[in-house]
């Protein structure tokens, strides 16, 4: 009965209702946006940050304890072996990295550094190197190279070289022992990318291999993915007890340099490194955390609003219904449902409007995400193809939800506990 | 019988149609011989002027010491002088540079380009080609004034930064130009030597003209490449103390 009664009482006075629905909506759709927009930025970010330090978890091998030595022979057959073992595995593949900062694109005269080389298998990687952005050329054109000379340059390094997609560039390294090798690539694509991740090749897999003399089918890394939802961190550990049964492996390691500390402390046979990407990018998930924390405090503020406007609007709401509440009194309603049917009020109110709030966030998704940013230089950190990415965290999407229904419940107590004092002789005295 | 006869005539046919020289293994140790000072230490300023394709030209004045003896070399910068100060220290494998304004020193690659030129580190080092390659062809050219062999060696030790190298040695066994190849064969560096100059009973090179072959540009339509021109002046053969060789020596100089 107060169920229906409380859904009549918010039908019969949808228009006082309707201002307060609309700042719950507008709170919750602001905190849905926002959280969104930062899940999705972190998200888009460590898509990129996995391109460039190869995957969500990084396994690691190594021989002896110099960096540039890092090597695991017979690559593949490691990464099925894990992809077999370990069902949260979405891809575990190889990739070759050259760490040393001295591999040189050249052409026409022009040098430019570059930060780190990528080797990849394009053909089994290519979900994972779709979000390049190409400003020349395309993943296609460097997969169906059957030749392997050929490699995709950042957007800053071709500007530099003024190369374009066709032209050989001439790309010159150190090998595994030390000695200057070169080889000349087509540029099959060219893609933007942050400086932060920038100055970066990707070249394939056996083509690196050949320019460091590596051995065939050897790599650097195994990058692996988990399903949606899976937290590196965990994966990390999955991984790693999965390698310890069969292999050597170093305990749980959370940064690079705990990687470079493990190996000063002696190496002499293969021994496996597992690095969540977190290892990596822990300043950014600082900066991100910090995001998170100034959004929630300006949420905080708008909720308070929200709530004062609330209170305000319930109050009139029961000071209006003096007659009504008196009535229900005297006819023998008690002043704990008195309480309750307000309380539903705003439930109902808050729910419905949270609806509407999910639905305009939907809609403010849409709408930001044919903003382009991609001129904006810092942006792109945080952008999929220049455009704004969003994410809906089902753990902050309901965390807001509670927030929100529980701003409008507590909002709404003290004019619901004042209405259910209310003396029924007064109240209809006053009618009178 | 008949065999034996047709393989011999074979043979000596084969040496007349296609003449060629043996290959000298005693040549590289000599060659490292003429430039090297096992008895004594090394010093000299050296003059660094780069030129890029275009024109730009860019000097850098820095003064070296190095004992041969022990495998040891310093370089300090003297010039340009945001760079006064920085150097560098050799002592057996391991190389590291000095930051003055940073006070710091950090290990670094001797395959590194010098001050962005086409001078690598490992230039500084002792010439060490009878450790670091073997020669795997041998010839005769005439190089401008010179009759030279040219030795085509390829490398034995990692720590030599090009896999492949083809040298002219001029009759008196120093070294009048070098081509640097990457491991795919690439030609990489061009160097040449015209003029030794005598210190003590060795000579050391006066100048040395290094063309890098990966940096070139069409202009006005030929092909230009960065060129470096090194001037090696006021050698010196004078012992230097062991101090000389240290962290705390470049430390000091740089203040």
Known sequence: ?432 | MNQSRILFFALVLSFILFPCHSVDSGILSRIDAMVSFTDTDFGAEYLIEKRDPGGSISTSKVVMFRRDRSRLFLVLILEPSVDTGKGYLKTGDSLWLYDPVGKSFTFTNAKERFENTSVRISDFNASNYAEDYRVVAQSAEKLGKFDCDVLSLESIQDSAPFAKVKIWVSRENLVRKTEDYSLSGLLMRTTAVPTYQKVGGRWAPYTVVIIDNLKSKLISGKVEYERTTVTITKPSLRVLPDSTYSKEYLERVAR
Not at chain 1, 297 to 323: D, K, P, Q
């Open chain 1, 1 to 432: 009965m107060l169920f229906f009664l409380a859904f009549r009482n918010i039908v019969r006075m949808r228009r006082r209702y309707f201002f307060v629905a609309l700042a719950v909506a507008l709170g919750f759709a602001m905190a849905t946006i926002v959280s969104g927009a930062a899940f999705g930025a972190l998200d888009a970010m460590k898509g990129k940050a996995a391109r460039y330090f190869a995957g969500e978890v990084s396994v690691q091998g190594f021989h002896d304890p110099i960096r540039s030595h890092q090597r695991i022979e017979r690559a593949d057959e490691l990464a099925e072996e894990l992809a077999r073992n370990i069902p949260s595995i979405r891809l575990a593949i190889p990739r070759n990295i050259y760490y040393g900062d001295d591999a040189t694109l050249i052409f026409g005269g022009e040098t430019v550094r570059q930060r780190r080389l990528v080797g990849v298998d394009f053909a089994r990687d290519a979900e994972e190197f779709s979000g390049l952005s190409f400003v020349e050329g395309s993943l296609a054109d460097i997969t169906r190279d059957a030749s392997k000379s050929s490699i995709l340059i950042s957007e800053a390094a071709a500007s530099i070289l003024r190369a374009h997609v066709g032209d050989d560039v001439t790309l010159s390294l150190l090998t595994d022992r030390g000695q200057y090798n070169s080889g000349t690539l087509v540029v099959r694509g060219i893609f933007q990318e942050t400086s932060l991740f920038g100055y970066v090749a990707y070249l394939p897999l056996d083509t690196l291999n050949l320019l460091t003399a590596r051995p065939v089918g050897a790599a650097t890394d195994i990058a692996v993915y988990g399903h949606p939802g899976t937290l590196s961190i965990n994966l990390a550990e999955m991984v790693r007890v999965e390698l310890s049964r069969t292999h050597t492996v170093f305990p749980p390691l959370a940064t690079k340099d705990a990687v470079d500390a493990a190996l000063a402390s002696g190496v002499s046979a293969q021994v496996y490194a597992v690095l969540p990407l977190e290892g990596n990018l822990s300043q950014m998930q600082e900066i991100m955390s910090a995001f998170l924390a100034i959004t929630y405090t300006a949420l905080f503020v708008f909720v308070c609003i929200v709530m004062i406007g609330i209170l305000n609007t319930f109050r009139v709401i029961a000071h209006e219904r003096t007659t009504e509440v008196g009535t229900l009194r005297a006819i023998g309603m008690q002043r704990s449902s008195v309480l309750s049917l307000f309380m539903l009020e705003a439930l109902y109110m808050s729910l419905a409007a949270i609806l509407v709030g999910l639905v305009l966030s939907f809609l403010g998704f849409g709408l930001l995400s044919f903003v382009d940013l991609g001129r904006i230089p810092a942006a792109g950190l945080f952008t999929v193809h220049g455009k704004m990415h969003f994410q809906l965290d089902p753990l902050t999407t309901v965390l807001d939800f509670f927030i929100m229904v529980a701003a409008t419940v507590v909002a709404a107590a003290g004019p619901a506990r004042k209405a259910s004092r209310i003396d029924p002789a007064a109240a209809l005295r006053m009618e009178a």
